[in-house]
């Protein structure tokens, strides 16, 4: 996989974190890793972005930002709202096929959920993954009501004829319930994909080179990790 396109099934669940873990993976092994954000919201200029943070904490070689909108919102909105230029799921692709060309790995980090509009035309992330034929891995909560939106999420992915590579936990606690026990089991028929890693709370509280050395532990063989899905099942059994 040169492309892989990291989504969610909504905001605020641990996709920059995710990315992070699978730049630090790849870069470990010796591969060189690009980060693409496509729109970037609810930062100043001169703010730390989420591709930032993702080189910072990854050691990737290299981060795009195609667009920054100031106020915390949709893409589309924000945009809107702020009187830019609002980016497409065209200039999505472009920009991570002309990355492609050169580094081993390409990964695109959307904002919010899979269908929410990057412009006014209703172009969506899932737009992107389509034309540039990438793969998605799917980012959702640990905990209670998260099958619900994980399933509507593979619904959207299948209905559209995309190829979901399975479901990272984006933030796994420290202390989890009884519903986050329970969907470890859940997640993946929820999915109609394999669960593929849990990353730990607080994982991006770590220092970089901590968070390099660990980040193979959260995500599984093929996601270049080492994590086991039965194995960590069996050790949080409701």
């Known amino acids: 996989m040169t492309v892989i396109v990291v989504s969610g099934t909504g905001t605020e669940i641990g996709k920059t974190i995710v990315t992070a873990a699978l730049a630090a993976v790849a870069t470990g092994q010796g591969r060189s890793v690009a980060v693409l954000k496509p729109a970037q919201t609810g930062l100043a200029p001169d703010e730390r972005g989420d591709a930032d943070e ?54 695109v980090e959307g904002a919010g959920g899979l269908l929410v509009r990057f412009d006014q035309e209703g172009g969506t992330l ?77 994982a991006g509280a770590l220092d970089p080179e901590r968070f390099r050395a660990e980040a193979v532990e959260w995500l599984a063989p093929s996601l270049g990790g080492v994590w086991d899905a039965k194995r960590f099942a069996s050790a949080h059994r409701p």
């Open 126 to 202: 899932a737009d992107a993954a389509r034309l540039l034929g990438a793969p998605v891995l799917v980012v959702a909560p640990a905990g209670l009501g998260t099958l619900n939106a994980t399933t509507l999420t593979a619904e959207a992915l299948r209905a559209r004829g995309l190829s979901q590579l399975g479901v990272v936990v984006g933030s796994w606690p420290a202390s989890p319930d009884l519903a986050a026990r329970c969907n470890l089991a859940d997640l993946p028929e929820a999915a109609g994909a394999p669960l593929l890693g849990a990353v730990p709370e607080g």
């Open 54 to 107: 993702v080189v910072r904490l990854s050691g990737a070689e290299t981060s795009t930002e195609l667009a920054r909108f100031p106020e915390p919102l949709a893409p589309a909105t924000a945009a809107r709202r702020a009187g830019m230029t609002p980016v497409g799921p065209r200039e999505v692709a472009d920009a991570a096929a002309k990355l492609a060309a050169s580094r081993d790995l390409v990964l």
